[in-house]
T-cell receptor, first 113, second 115 residues
Framework: GENVEQHPSTLSVQEGDSAVIKCTYS??????FPWYKQELGKRPQLIID?????GEKKDQRIAVTLNKTAKHFSLHITETQPEDSAVYFC????????????FGIGTKLQVIP | GAGVSQSPRYKVAKRGQDVALRCDPI?????LFWYQQALGQGPEFLTY????????KSGLPSDRFFAERPEGSVSTLKIQRTQQEDSAVYLC?????????????FGDGTRLSIL
């Protein structure tokens, strides 16, 4: 099965600075990598995803990069704002043919005003 | 349209009691997942349905856990003879197709506390 490692587990940045969260995965057949944001007491929500046929995807202040050779992908948030404070999870699907998605442990991001 | 709905939002039970958690996925969604999320952790996969078929239940922690989706829409996760270690948030998610390369739509979860 898939093994997903995420780091750092906590991250504090000043408002306006950038934040980077990294994940590695083990199954080379994985080809879809979503990132979810979970605010306290709320449901995880997809913020961006990337498929293996591209190396980078950007959506306003959020970008994701993928290195299939090294089997890692990263979330980049620029010009951070207090409302970016949340827990962020990466995920990778289990490629055994079914949708057993493995999540990272999560990164608690705190943006300091 | 409506998102994924879970009920109850909070459930408190005494150790040894049985509980049932309900998930209403987005209408027409083929795939439905259950996850267990312990405090400060990421969601841990429990089981997966494609329509009414339970295709993967490898994440269920013990035979006290049972899930069903008899008509391919609403799903129920049942935990028998609850233990304190069952305390967690139980998340349900759905997506439209059967491909694993799709975003998941999560419900708000059921926070289960076992006393």
């Amino acid at each position: 099965g898939e093994n997903v490692e995420q780091h750092p587990s906590t991250l504090s940045v000043q408002e306006g600075d950038s934040a980077v969260i990294k994940c590695t995965y083990s199954d080379s057949a994985s080809n879809y990598f979503p990132w979810y944001k979970q605010e306290l007491g709320k449901r995880p929500q997809l913020i961006i995803d990337i498929r293996s046929n591209v190396g980078e995807k950007k959506d306003q202040r959020i970008a994701v990069t993928l290195n299939k050779t090294a089997k890692h992908f990263s979330l980049h948030i620029t010009e951070t704002q207090p409302e970016d404070s949340a827990v962020y999870f990466c995920a990778a699907p289990y490629s055994g043919g079914y949708q057993k998605v493995t999540f990272g442990i999560g990164t608690k991001l705190q943006v300091i005003p | 349209g409506a998102g994924v709905s879970q009920s109850p939002r909070y459930k408190v039970a005494k150790r040894g009691q049985d509980v049932a958690l309900r998930c209403d996925p987005i209408s027409g969604h083929v795939s439905l997942f259950w996850y267990q999320q312990a405090l400060g952790q990421g969601p841990e996969f429990l089981t997966y349905f494609q329509n009414e078929a339970q295709l993967d239940k490898s994440g269920l922690p013990s035979d006290r856990f049972f899930a069903e989706r008899p008509e391919g829409s609403v799903s129920t996760l049942k935990i028998q003879r609850t233990q304190q270690e069952d305390s967690a948030v139980y998340l349900c998610a759905s997506n439209p197709g059967s491909s694993f390369n799709q975003p998941q739509h999560f419900g708000d979860g059921t926070r289960l506390s076992i006393l």
